[in-house]
């Protein structure tokens, strides 16, 4: 039986889940923002950032994300950003399918992840990304474009947000450009922890 496709992010209390800019990624506002996940232990573990961290709800959440995901599927544009700043074994140790014009081979890292390049469309990545995938889900790890062509094609079942308690005034809007009028969504779960509210909904055809 084949899997659900879901994306998971942070974002703020204004919408932005990420700065316009690539270059301002890791600056204060985007660390602001990512602040609930660094301490957790499965995240520095999974990022080799060292031993210890915190355990707990926010915790569980974060390795039950990962624990779900059988493939990823990825625009270009985050990609290229986290071809600069993920560590030599990149943190997915799966299949990653990147949605791009460019043509080149697939690309293998130490760990079990392997990018793969897809020039033919959401759905062919997709495709793909479930073959991989089995019975797990995929994820839809972004950017915002990407989850926005796969909300806006109908394609996506589920999905969470933390949300942080910073304001970035601008920056990528997780819902810009929505079609409003073919989404709807049902509440699954709401979960506060002192750091973020987890936000978890279901997504039908309106």
């Not at 506002?29 to 080799?48: S, T």
């Not at 994820?139 to 308690?165: C, H, K, Q």
């Amino acid at each position: 039986m084949a899997g659900k496709v879901f994306f998971s992010v942070s974002m703020s209390l204004d919408g932005f889940i990420a700065p316009d800019s690539p270059e301002e990624l890791m600056g204060q506002q985007w660390m602001e923002l990512q602040r609930w996940v660094f301490p957790q232990r499965f995240f520095r573990e999974n990022l080799k950032l060292g031993e210890g961290g915190e355990e707990g709800r926010d915790n569980d959440i974060v390795r039950e994300a990962f624990e779900r995901t059988g493939a990823s599927v990825m625009g270009k544009r985050m990609f290229d950003a986290g071809e600069q700043m993920w560590p030599e074994e990149a943190p997915f140790h799966t299949s990653v399918f990147v949605v791009t014009h460019e043509k080149r081979a697939p690309w293998k890292r130490p760990g079990g992840t392997t990018f793969h390049f897809v020039n033919d469309g959401i759905g062919a990545a997709l495709d793909r990304a479930r073959e991989a995938a089995g019975d797990r889900d995929v994820r839809i790890a972004g950017g915002g474009a990407t989850i926005l062509e796969y909300m806006n094609a109908g394609l996506v079942d589920e999905f969470s947000i933390a949300l942080s308690p910073v304001l970035f005034g601008s920056g990528i809007r997780l819902f810009e450009g929505v079609d409003a009028g073919r989404v709807a969504l049902e509440a699954v779960r709401t979960e506060p922890s002192p750091k973020v509210t987890h936000l978890t909904y279901t997504v039908r055809a309106r």
